[in-house]
């Protein structure tokens, strides 16, 4: 098992940037492929981004491309987000997530509307006021 724990998140303008983090611990973390989602409220929720068990590999979606990057440390266990150029529509809680069952890098699995991950983190906040 795994216990995920975000934090960065805050309230900032359009334009601005932030960094959110998440804090793995438990089981071995270079196992886990790991991965950003968020859920708007009324709104399903949705992926942002992943990142393969080394971090050589990314995949985005097509809202964030260009704009957030995700990366991980594994001697730290840990797994960012950096959103720049922010927008309102970016305004959610942000959920980090983990699976061990992702073959490979097919992290495009992530992405897939039904997919549900093996561990979630409790979500952190982020609010884009125009």
């Known amino acids: 098992q795994v216990q995920l724990v975000e934090s960065g998140g805050g309230s900032v303008q359009a334009g601005g940037s932030l960094r959110l983090s998440c804090a793995a611990s438990?089981?071995?973390?270079?196992?886990?492929?790991m991965g950003w989602f968020r859920q708007a409220p009324g709104k399903a929720r949705e992926f942002v981004a992943a990142?393969?068990?080394?971090?050589?590999?990314?995949y985005y979606a097509d809202s964030v491309k260009n704009r957030f990057t995700i990366s991980r440390d594994n001697a730290k266990s840990m797994v960012y987000l950096q959103m720049n150029s922010l927008k309102p529509e970016d305004t959610a809680v942000y959920y980090c997530?983990?699976?061990?069952?992702?073959?490979?890098?097919?992290?495009?699995?992530?992405?897939?509307?039904?997919?549900?991950?093996?561990?979630w983190g409790q979500g952190t906040q982020v609010t884009v006021s125009s």
């Open positions: 438990g089981d071995t973390f270079s196992t886990y492929i």
């Open positions: 990142v393969s068990r080394t971090g050589k590999t990314t």
């Open positions: 997530a983990a699976d061990s069952r992702i073959l490979g890098a097919t992290l495009r699995n992530m992405a897939v509307p039904s997919y549900e991950s093996q561990y």
